[in-house]
């Protein structure tokens, strides 16, 4: 791939890059994001803070800025709703990410935001990669539902060239002739973007396959292709959620699973280093 020097691994032995957020490691062990699609309230919010911090999850996650099909769909509670999400990160020392969709956007959300996300939708809105760019603050860049592995890596590099080295790419599957699932969780991509690149490689099973029941084996199919993390829809009562009601895991179910990728986890760790 051309044009890509500053994403590109330089030979086959140089290590993956790690980021240090707060105390949270990305490219070093195993790194679990989770937390609803949206920030809905203080209390939602605050509910599953809790629960997937004591069920080993090391990031909250929230989206306070939603880019929905529909305009007529939940928007986001906007500046509010990061107060919640900011409050809760503090109280159970849990750093936070949430998306930006608007440039205009990015200058106050790095004050308040630990990671920010880059949604499938703006991989490529340049002026917005750029702007992150300008800052040190580590983003979680996803892969758009249309782009190649080249055009997303290159959605990287921008942010790169820009200034800021903090970058973690994210496949949240791509728009293929399959419609019982939302999205297909393209696995290639992460053996193909942990080849080609340093920067460490994080999988979302929950906009892949766009059903509860498929986030378990989309997790610890990642696990095996060599992710350096997950990022999990949770809810405290998934089919009550503002947006994405299919996809959220509740608090138990989150907790259950998370044993299974420690588990899956150290066995991939341990086949790595025989
Ligand atoms: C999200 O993670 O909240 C989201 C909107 O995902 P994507 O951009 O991958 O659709
Ligand atoms: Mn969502």
Not at 126 to 142: A, N, Q
Not at 167 to 191: F, K, M, P, W
Not at 198 to 214: I, K, N, T, W
Request: charged content about 20%; some cysteine; proline content about 4%.
């Amino acid at each position: 791939m051309k044009n890509l020097e500053l994403v590109l691994r330089k030979n086959k032995y140089q290590a993956t890059t790690e980021l240090t957020i707060k105390d949270v490691h990305f490219g070093r062990g195993f790194t679990v994001i989770a937390g609803p699609c949206s920030v809905e309230s203080q209390d939602q919010i605050r509910q599953t803070a809790a629960a997937v911090k004591a069920a080993g999850a090391q990031v909250l996650r929230g989206g306070v800025y939603k880019p929905r099909t529909s305009p007529y769909a939940f928007q986001g509670l906007g500046k509010e709703g990061l107060q919640y999400l900011q409050a809760a990160g503090d109280e159970f020392a849990m750093p936070i990410i949430t998306e930006v969709v608007d440039t205009r956007d990015v200058e106050w959300i790095v004050e308040c935001a630990d990671i920010l996300q880059v949604g499938a939708r703006n991989m490529q809105n340049f002026s917005l990669l750029v702007e992150i760019g300008k800052t040190k603050k580590p983003v979680l860049l996803k892969r758009a539902m249309n782009a190649t592995i080249a055009e997303w890596l290159n959605a990287a590099e921008y942010i790169l060239k820009a200034g800021n080295p903090n970058v973690i790419l994210c496949e949240r599957g791509i728009r293929t002739h399959e419609n019982y699932t939302r999205n297909t969780l393209d696995i290639s991509a992460v053996a193909v973007a942990k080849q080609l690149t340093h920067l460490p490689v994080l999988v979302d099973p929950s906009h892949a396959g766009g059903r509860a029941e498929l986030i378990e084996p989309l997790a610890l199919s990642a696990i095996m292709a060599g992710a350096d993390g997950l990022m999990i829809e949770v809810h405290p009562e998934p089919s009550q959620a503002l947006s994405d009601a299919q996809q959220q895991l509740n608090l138990e179910q989150f907790a259950e699973l998370m044993q299974k990728i420690e588990k899956t986890s150290d066995f991939y760790r341990s086949q790595l280093s025989q």
